[in-house]
């Protein structure tokens, strides 16, 4: 077979570096972050959407509704003031 590659010598250090290998290091700094955002990103929607009312899984889906309050304040379009509708008698 053959041998494994090994580098010629140490890693050099950031100032070390000439700006052409630079960009290429930091270039591979964002890819690396950009590429596991992305599967974090990609993991996380998959996890939220296991089950969603649109996965033809052939269980049942339970909807719930929500009812509007008997009462809702009026005021009128140049008011200032806000009178509330007394919904229930106090005392």
Known sequence: ???????????LAWRELDSPARLRRAGRVIATVTAVGLALGAWSLLSTTAGAPGDDSGGSTVQEVEEAPGAIPTTSPGSTTVEPTPTAAIG
């Not at 077979?1 to 890693?11: A, E, N, S, T």
């Open 1 to 11: 077979m053959g041998d494994l590659w090994q580098p010629d010598g140490p890693r």
